[in-house]
């Protein structure tokens, strides 16, 4: 009785992600979506799992969501696979964390349907995460599908600051004294120096497992997103569950700024 009740609830999910997806105007839906992906270890927890096959579920899930937004035309993804924050886990926990984000990686760019980016603080990596990075850049960099930004040792802070770091060494370089730089320093100025630089900004953000902040994620490019808080752990996170935060968004009326 148990195994039927979970089919017909199964079936019935999908009709319901049906309806909502033929009601959905994807010509007026996000071109770039940013996603938190959260939830792996509490995920794994209450699976009564470990927190690597939580991690690993989570690293699974990537496919099916590159799918979905394959089929409501989103042309820019953000993940954020890996904060600066995780890089001061113990040692043991963070190398097996690092070999599944690199692996995700490798899946993406040997997929052949996206291309890939690594968005974060590279010097911040392990020589090996490194290479997994680069490799994975020049194999899916030239694609025409969805833009993966791959965000691994990303923190919102360091790329801001990163930015400014970059903007003063090359008008430096370039022989202008630093009062000049700040007399004529603008906003465009420090994107043309971000981690997502010549990218549009994000005009949805989704962040799973419940959690309602977004932790440092495109502190600067998110000015002006929309936020969906979704309930479910990133290893559960649904297509309905998508399509619900896509029917949220085309709900909203955007305000820029007022």
Same mark, same amino acid.
Not at 13 to 24: N, P, T
Not at 245 to 254: F, G, I, P, S, V
């Given at each position: ?91 043991? !926990?963070? @190398?097996? &964390?690092? *070999?599944?984000? $690199? %692996?995700?990686?490798?899946?993406? =760019?040997?997929?052949?349907?996206? +291309? ?18 680069? !490799?994975? @850049?020049? &194999?899916? *960099?030239?694609? $025409? %599908?969805?833009?993966?930004?791959? =965000?691994?040792?990303?923190?919102? +802070? ?101």
């Amino acid at each position: 009785m148990n195994k039927l009740h979970k089919t017909l609830r199964r079936l019935a999910v999908r009709l319901y992600a049906r309806r909502v997806e033929g009601r959905l105007d994807t010509d007026g839906g996000p071109k770039h979506i940013g996603v938190i992906l959260d939830g792996n270890r509490r995920w794994a927890k209450a699976a009564g799992s470990t927190t690597r096959q939580g991690h690993e579920a989570g690293a699974a899930k990537i496919r099916d969501l590159l799918g979905w937004c394959e089929e409501t035309d989103v042309e820019v993804v953000t993940l954020w696979l890996l904060s600066t924050d995780n890089l001061n886990r113990e040692p043991a !926990e963070l @190398e097996v &964390l690092l *070999g599944i984000v $690199e %692996g995700a990686v490798r899946d993406l =760019a040997e997929d052949g349907r996206w +291309r890939v980016n690594h968005v974060g603080a590279v010097e911040a990596l392990p020589e090996r995460t490194r290479k997994v990075l680069r !490799e994975a @850049e020049e &194999l899916a *960099g030239a694609r $025409e %599908g969805i833009l993966v930004n791959v =965000a691994v040792g990303y923190g919102g +802070r360091q790329e801001i600051t990163d930015a400014v770091r970059s903007l003063l060494a090359k008008r430096a370089a370039e022989g202008q004294a630093l009062a000049e730089v700040a007399e004529g320093l603008s906003v465009e100025d420090i994107s043309e120096h971000l981690y997502t630089r010549g990218q549009p900004d994000p005009d949805l953000v989704i962040r799973t497992s419940g959690e309602q902040r977004l932790s440092g994620f495109m502190l600067w490019q998110s000015a002006h997103s929309e936020y969906y808080f979704c309930e479910a752990y990133w290893p559960a996170f649904r297509k309905v569950d998508f399509l619900r935060a896509l029917r949220d968004y085309a709900a909203r009326h955007r305000r820029y700024g007022v």
